[in-house]
Nanobody, 114 residues
């Protein structure tokens, strides 16, 4: 059974930072491309970043380029998202997923507010 468990969210002031983690189990993590997506209140899912299985090919949506960094540790079966210079519009529930699949975890909530 595929399991993805996100953590690291919370309340942060504008300009602050958070590091999200996603621990994977139930599949061979190291062979899958992975992504982060988010869902803001009242909005649909938004793809924000992807990383290939080896960590060498990385993509970001324009709104987070230069502020967010995706990475992975295949030995730990863990995906990360370092988020810096956070803005109120980054407020959302963040999910990790296998890029080519719709499965995702319960998510971790990020609230950016003063």
């Amino acid at each position: 059974e595929v399991q993805l468990v996100e953590s690291g969210g919370g309340l942060v002031q504008p300009g602050g930072s958070l590091r999200l983690s996603c621990v994977a189990s139930g599949f061979t993590f190291s062979i899958y491309d992975m992504s982060w997506v988010r869902q803001a209140p009242g909005k649909g899912l938004e793809w924000i970043s992807a990383i290939d299985n080896g960590g060498g090919i990385i993509r970001y949506t324009n709104s987070v380029k230069g502020r967010f960094t995706i990475s992975r540790d295949n030995a730990k079966k863990t995906l990360y998202l370092q988020m810096n210079s956070l803005k109120p519009e980054d407020t959302a529930v963040y999910y990790c997923k296998r890029t080519a699949s719709n499965d995702r975890g319960p998510g971790t909530r990020v609230t950016v507010s003063s």
